[in-house]
T-cell receptor, first 115, second 114 residues
Framework: AQKITQTQPGMFVQEKEAVTLDCTYD???????LFWYKQPSSGEMIFLIY??????QNATEGRYSLNFQKARKSANLVISASQLGDSAMYFC????????????FGKGTMLLVSP | SQTIHQWPATLVQPVGSPLSLECTVE??????LYWYRQAAGRGLQLLFY??????ISSEVPQNLSASRPQDRQFILSSKKLLLSDSGFYLC?????????????FGPGTRLTVL
């Protein structure tokens, strides 16, 4: 079974700085997808970015980029130019290509952006 | 565009009472549907998923059940709530079954069992 590990319970960053949120995964499958979600205090889960295991380039979506290192089984999220509205819980998740796309989530990292 | 609705938004129920949470998706057909639970300060735990009407797969044995009476409707139920059922319940949908299919979540239902 797949496993997601997020080792940072909380991270602090100043506005306009970049921050990296760590995520490592464990699976024996070769075909899988990696996702990052943002959960603000309202509770909704907002999809941020996706990386496929066969994608050769790191995914980017606006200020979000995913630093994918397949050999190390890591999929870190990089947020550039942090904004106050980025303060939220961030979850890394993965799904396998075999069977149905059920997501396995990490425990999350709480990011606080200060002025 | 597709939207996903959940209701109620919040619910306070006594131990032993029944439960019914509803999730509906608009703007798509034959979606895969999922129920997750998030305990306070924790990650998400998959409870049930469905790939079609009447097709339910359970991931975690417990006193909850799920049903899919219509293509875009997913219901989470319990006959008798336990204190441990308290949490934030999220419904999600995908268009397909591959690893590239993003799951999109509803606004959630916050359940408190007293």
């Amino acid at each position: 079974a797949q496993k997601i590990t997020q080792t940072q319970p909380g991270m602090f960053v100043q506005e306009k700085e970049a921050v990296t949120l760590d995520c490592t995964y464990d699976t024996s499958d070769q075909s899988y997808g990696l996702f990052w979600y943002k959960q603000p205090s309202s509770g909704e889960m907002i999809f941020l970015i996706y990386q496929g295991s066969y994608d050769e380039q790191n995914a980017t979506e606006g200020r979000y980029s995913l630093n994918f290192q397949k050999a190390r089984k890591s999929a870190n999220l990089v947020i550039s130019a942090s904004q106050l509205g980025d303060s939220a819980m961030y979850f890394c998740a993965m799904t396998l290509n075999s069977g149905y796309s059920t997501l396995t989530f990490g425990k999350g990292t709480m990011l606080l952006v200060s002025p | 565009s597709q939207t996903i609705h959940q209701w109620p938004a919040t619910l306070v129920q006594p131990v032993g009472s029944p439960l019914s949470l509803e999730c509906t998706v608009e703007g798509t057909s034959n979606p895969n549907l999922y129920w997750y639970r998030q305990a306070a300060g924790r990650g998400l735990q998959l409870l049930f998923y469905s790939v079609g009407i009447g097709q339910i797969s359970s991931e975690v044995p417990q006193n909850l059940s799920a049903s899919r009476p219509q293509d875009r409707q997913f219901i989470l139920s319990s006959k008798k709530l336990l204190l441990s059922d308290s949490g934030f319940y999220l419904c999600a949908w995908t268009a397909g079954s591959g690893s590239a299919d993003t799951q999109y979540f509803g606004p959630g239902t916050r359940l408190t069992v007293l």
